[in-house]
Nanobody
Framework: VQLVESGGGLVQPGGPLRLSCAAS????????MSWVRQAPGKGLEWVSE????????YYADSVKGRFTASRDNAKNTLYLQMNSLKPEDTALYYC??????WGQGTQVTVSS
């Protein structure tokens, strides 16, 4: 089982960024997927969840209306479109499968 996040980087406040999470070694289409983040010096914060078919999504209040989770089950890939980014969105972003596997994370830094 492997989850590999990508797409992180440095972005200015107000800018967009799109994260990807490539899954392998399990039946991706059968599992809910989540995004979780950890800001410097803070604990883990759940960001978003998407059901196995991609038709239902859930968001933390802190990102609702700015972030959009999606998935392409044909490509075994999870996405997180992040818009209107704020400095407080700076964190290490992880994708996680509902069976318990996590990726290694991708760093997002929002700064001018």
């Amino acid at each position: 089982v492997q989850l590999v996040e990508s797409g992180g980087g440095l972005v200015q406040p107000g800018g967009p960024l799109r994260l990807s999470c490539a899954a392998s070694g399990f039946s991706f289409r059968d599992y809910y997927m989540s995004w979780v983040r950890q800001a410097p010096g803070k604990g883990l914060e759940w960001v978003s969840e998407i059901n196995s078919g991609g038709g239902s999504t859930y968001y933390a209040d802190s990102v609702k209306g700015r972030f959009t989770a999606s998935r392409d089950n044909a490509k075994n890939t999870l996405y997180l479109q992040m818009n209107s980014l704020k400095p407080e969105d700076t964190a290490l972003y992880y994708c996680a499968a509902s069976h318990g596997s996590w990726g290694q994370g991708t760093q997002v830094t929002v700064s001018s």
